[in-house]
């Protein structure tokens, strides 16, 4: 079975300027005393994932396939 996706892949100009300016998680975070690698946003991504994949609003594999492509 195919599965196509029809998810926008190019760069974010916005995205592509903070990564640039050194602006990105994994370089401000030191400065600022922050030990846990993984941004607040990608966490909160990932319970909202649970939540939604416990109550069986996504199925189990779409849930997959998407968080695949988040991360």
């Known amino acids: 079975m195919s599965v196509t996706s029809n998810v926008d892949l190019r760069p974010i100009a916005l995205l592509e300027a903070i990564r640039s300016e050194g602006k990105s998680w994994d370089v401000i975070a030191p400065q600022y ?39």
């Not at 922050?34 to 649970?50: G, H, I, Q, R």
């Open 33 to 71: 005393g922050v030990t846990n690698p993984d941004p607040p946003w990608k966490t909160s991504l990932v319970a909202m994932c649970e939540c939604l994949a416990i109550s069986g609003a996504v199925p189990t594999l779409d849930r997959r396939r998407a968080e695949d492509e988040l991360a």
